[in-house]
C-alpha cells in the first residue's frame, strides 16, 4: 500500500517534478503542479497568467490568492478524487492552512509530505543546466538566486508544519533518478 495523498516540497531544482511524473506512472494519480498550471495560464494571456507573469519572471512566488484559487479548482476535478501529488504546492505557511482547510470539503486529508533534501551549490548547477535544455525564461541566475531566497524564507518552514502534523519524511534528493525514486517509495510504503 502507497498513500495516495501527497506533497512532494523541496528547493527548486530538488527534482520534484521529474519524481512526480514517475509517481503519476507508479500510482496512477495526477501530478498537479501550480508552476505548469501558471505556465500555461501566462502562455494563455488568461487574468491569472497576467497576475503571475512578473511575479514568475523575477523569481518571486505569485501572492498565496491567486495560487490557492487555481490549486483549489484543480483538486476538485474528478480524477483527483482517488489521489494527487501536489508538486510546488503549497509553497507558504499561508498556502498550507488554505489547504487543510479546503480538503475536508474533498473528503481526504493529506497523507505523507516528501521533503526532498539537496545542496544548494548542486541546485543552482542544474538550474542553470536546465536554462540551457528548457529555455525557461525564469532560469536565469538573478532569477534562480531570488528562487532559492524565497524557498528558504517562505517555503522551507513548511517542513516543521508537516512535522507537526506528523506526515512529513525527509528524502535524500542526490543521486540518479531512480534511486531517489526508490527513497521516496520507500517513504511512502
Ligand atoms: P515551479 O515550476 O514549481 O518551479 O514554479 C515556477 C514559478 O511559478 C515559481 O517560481 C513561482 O513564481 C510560481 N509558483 C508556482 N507554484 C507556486 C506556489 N505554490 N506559490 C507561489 N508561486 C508559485
Same mark, same amino acid.
Given at each position: ?15 520534484? /517534478? &521529474? ?14 503542479? &501550480? /508552476? ?29 490568492? %491567486? %495560487? ?7 483538486? +476538485? ?14 509553497? &507558504?505557511?499561508?498556502?498550507?492552512? +488554505? ?37 525557461? &525564461? ?7 538566486? $531570488? ?7 517562505? $517555503? ?34
Amino acid at each position: 500500500m502507497s498513500a495516495t495523498r501527497l506533497i512532494l516540497l523541496g528547493p527548486p531544482g530538488a527534482g520534484k /517534478g &521529474t519524481q512526480a511524473l514517475r509517481l503519476v506512472e507508479a500510482l496512477g494519480i495526477p501530478q498537479i503542479s &501550480t /508552476g505548469d498550471m501558471l505556465r500555461s495560464a501566462v502562455a494563455a494571456d488568461t487574468p491569472v497568467g497576467r497576475e503571475a507573469k512578473g511575479y514568475m519572471d523575477a523569481g518571486k512566488l505569485v501572492p498565496d490568492r %491567486v %495560487v490557492v484559487g487555481v490549486a483549489q479548482e484543480r483538486l +476538485a476535478e474528478p480524477d483527483a478524487r482517488t489521489g494527487f501529488i501536489l508538486d510546488g504546492f503549497p509553497r &507558504t505557511v499561508g498556502q498550507a492552512e +488554505a489547504l487543510d482547510e479546503m480538503l475536508p470539503a474533498l473528503g481526504c486529508r493529506l497523507e505523507r509530505c516528501i521533503v526532498l533534501a539537496v545542496s544548494e551549490a548542486v541546485l543552482i548547477e542544474r538550474l542553470l543546466k536546465r536554462a540551457q535544455i528548457e529555455g525557461r &525564461t525564469d532560469d536565469n541566475e538573478a532569477s534562480i538566486r $531570488t528562487r532559492m531566497v524565497e524557498y528558504r524564507e517562505k $517555503t522551507a518552514p513548511l517542513i516543521d508544519y508537516y512535522r507537526g502534523e506528523g506526515i512529513a519524511a525527509e528524502v535524500d534528493g542526490l543521486g540518479s533518478v531512480e534511486e531517489v525514486g526508490d527513497r521516496i517509495a520507500a517513504a511512502l510504503a
